[in-house]
T-cell receptor
């Protein structure tokens, strides 16, 4: 069983729609959760971190965490073509960070 | 967010030579640095974790004698690919965690091509 699972996609949404990206993890004692965006040929860029259950909003991005279900998601409102990228979910326990394989998102104009 | 730099951004070398890649945390002290490699359209693969002043911990299957890692200070880690072969051609990315943050920041990556 993979430690951090994401649907590889591709996920395609029209411009202006809400993109919903999901991630599950297996380590129940994980403490910190992150979403990274990676454009093709570039390195990952941190866009959201979340540490407690519930929602955390930052601009058009909302991260949602449910530790009981071992589930973390990222919502992107008003999706733009520039949001087209691979989104990596990362889960951390102490100094051990595990990444999902990423979900490729395409936002069509 | 914190800034991590890598140098060089791109390097081409001949088979059998060694290449050194530098990773620097520019505005914070990095207690732990990580080295990843990524093949086209594939996910990140952790190679090793290094803590300042101690030996790096390598992931299973990564040859420590081939991929030499030095983390001599709280702001600098280096990865040396020794006796490079064409199959070592990849995108190498470092990342760092600061002393006062849970967040991991990535450098811009180094694209290595071995001819």
């Amino acid at each position: 069983q993979k430690e951090v699972e994401q649907n590889s996609g591709p996920l395609s949404v029209p411009e202006g729609a809400i993109a919903s990206l999901n991630c599950t993890y297996s380590d129940r004692v994980s403490q910190s959760f992150f979403w990274y965006r990676q454009y093709s040929g570039k390195s990952p860029e941190l866009i959201m971190s979340i540490y407690s259950n519930g929602d955390k909003e930052d601009g058009r991005f909302t991260a949602q965490l449910n530790k009981a279900s071992q589930y973390v998601s990222l919502l992107i409102r008003d999706s733009q073509p520039s949001d087209s990228a691979t989104y990596l979910c990362a889960v951390r326990n102490n100094n051990d960070m595990r990444f999902g394989a990423g979900t490729r998102l395409t936002v069509k104009p | 967010g914190a800034v991590v730099s890598q140098h060089p951004s791109r390097v081409i070398c001949k088979s059998g030579t060694s290449v050194k890649i530098e990773c620097r945390s520019l505005d914070f002290q990095a207690t732990t640095m990580f080295w990843y490699r990524q093949f086209p359209k594939k996910s990140l693969m952790l190679m090793a974790t290094s803590n300042e002043g101690s030996k790096a911990t390598y992931e299973q299957g990564v040859e420590k004698d081939k991929f030499l890692i030095n983390h001599a200070s709280l702001t600098l880690s280096t990865l040396t690919v020794t006796s490079a072969h064409p199959e070592d051609s990849s995108f190498y990315i470092c990342s760092a965690i600061g002393q006062a943050t849970y967040e991991q920041y990535f450098g811009p990556g180094t694209r290595l091509t071995v001819t």
